[in-house]
């Protein structure tokens, strides 16, 4: 299979699916004539010009509602947001809108959108730039949520999200967008609410989504060097989430450390671990425990930064105590 950037696999689903329906269009800030401020949509104005790739004004709850519109009479609107971080100025959109009218119109109105574009941390972009917002949008019932790991799972994931009557939430890692990886040239989907095994282990379970699969994987080989079989599960999907694959790991294992870049207090890694204790208090050997983001804003200084998000050599650390071995 070719290699290919995870910016480039995003592209590739959105031009395939906007080739194959003409209601789906792009919109957001700098999506045309920019090509995309991470060039996610590079080429796209050129293919499909400038009445199915809108740019927009710096109004993130004026045109997240002119989606919202858009979708409620038929189209599939594809709403880029430069990054989470400005979702929160429409989050009444996504909140109160977006995810309520399909159930208070009794059906009558459909919601096919996906809101997608980076979130979390990425290199010096301070406080109110650094953010990892899932844990918002996950606590709210009507919004999916879609968090891919690499190439191969943006491009699946992105077209199963696109032909969803239902609003996504898309968030890409906002430092992955240059790494590379294996995708089919051919058409190929990924559905929603499927996990997967990024790597297959014995000794103890981590979880993990996003960009910290990478910190588990790393975690894992360093594991493996001492004689310690991690097995990285990576849901890919959080709302909803592939609960059957967790618990199915975490029995075999008997022990589980979930990895998240967000804030510690009601994060995902809470729900995961409550459910996790729920299912699989029998089998386990160890307390759940979870390697989060630091209780705090992000600081801009670099040094500063990495000391606030989880990473490989602290992820080592911690399996380490859930084996009785540090």
């Not at 909140?95 to 980076?118: D, Y």
């Not at 890409?172 to 790597?199: A, F, H, N, Q």
Request: aromatic residues 8%; negative net charge; charged residues 25%.
């Amino acid at each position: 299979m070719p290699q290919i950037a995870f910016r480039e696999a995003l592209n590739q689903a959105m031009v395939e699916e906007m080739e194959r329906d003409d209601r789906i269009f792009l919109m957001g800030e700098e999506v045309g004539h920019y090509n995309g401020a991470y060039k996610v949509s590079k080429g796209m104005l050129d293919k499909f010009g400038e009445r199915r790739v809108i740019d927009t004004p710096i109004a993130e709850g004026g045109f997240a509602g002119v989606g919202i519109g858009a979708a409620m009479v038929g189209l599939r609107p594809i709403i880029e947001f430069m990054t989470w971080n400005f979702s929160l100025v429409a989050a009444d959109q996504l909140i109160n809108n977006a995810a309520k009218i399909r159930q208070m119109s009794a059906g009558q109105f459909t919601l096919p959108i996906v809101f997608r574009g980076p979130g979390g941390s990425a290199h010096m972009l301070a406080a109110q730039h650094s953010q990892s917002t899932e844990a918002l949008w996950t606590h709210i019932p009507g919004l999916k949520v879609v968090m891919p790991a690499n190439p191969y799972d943006a491009k699946g994931l992105l077209k199963s999200a696109i032909r969803d009557d239902n609003p996504i939430v898309f968030i890409e890692g906002e430092i992955t967008y240059g790494d590379m990886g294996e995708v089919p040239e051919g058409e190929y989907l990924i559905p929603l609410g499927v996990g997967d095994i990024k790597r297959p282990g014995t000794d103890i379970t981590i979880i993990a989504w996003s960009k910290m699969v990478r910190v588990a994987l790393q975690a894992a080989e360093s594991l493996a060097t001492e004689g310690i079989q991690a097995e990285v599960v990576d849901p890919r999907t959080l709302r909803p989430l592939d609960e059957e694959l967790i618990v199915a790991s975490v029995k075999k294992t008997g022990r589980a450390l979930i990895l998240e870049e967000g804030w510690p207090f009601n994060n995902v890694g809470a729900e995961i671990a409550y459910r996790i204790a729920r299912r699989c208090f029998d089998d386990l050997d160890a307390p759940v425990e979870r390697l989060s983001g630091a209780d705090m804003p992000m600081p801009y200084n670099h040094h500063l930064e990495e000391l606030c998000v989880p990473t490989a050599p602290r992820a080592v650390v911690a399996a380490k105590k859930l084996l009785y071995l540090d």
